[in-house]
């Protein structure tokens, strides 16, 4: 119950004032999906971690995670009003 108490704590915040709070990857995606409807969209790796990126596309909502090798999930950043550009055709780079 305290976990879902700092994960809620975590969420209610704009991303500029959050600090970093940390659960299990299960219990941190059942949340974000039960409170944001919130589900994984990318991935990828980075230094030590595995990075999502949560969103609900009907309200736009979206949430950042960095996931330790052992299912640690942290939150980075969350706001509102996700765009998701077209995708660039390989060789089309600019």
């Known amino acids: 119950m305290k976990a879902l108490a700092l994960l809620a704590a975590l969420f209610a ?3 500029s004032a959050q600090n970093v709070a ?3 990857l299960v219990a941190v995606a059942a949340f974000l999906e039960r409170q944001h409807g919130e589900s994984v969209v990318a991935t990828g790796l980075m ?3 595995v990075l999502h990126v949560l969103v609900n596309p009907e309200t736009r909502t979206w ?3 960095a996931v330790t090798p ?3 999930a942290c939150g980075l950043a969350s706001g509102e009003a996700m ?3 077209a995708p660039v ?3 089309k780079r600019s």
């Open 13 to 15: 915040f704009p991303a």
């Open 22 to 24: 940390c659960g299990p």
């Open 47 to 49: 230094s030590g971690a």
């Open 63 to 65: 949430t950042i995670l």
């Open 70 to 72: 052992d299912g640690l």
């Open 83 to 85: 765009e998701f550009a």
């Open 89 to 91: 055709k390989k060789g």
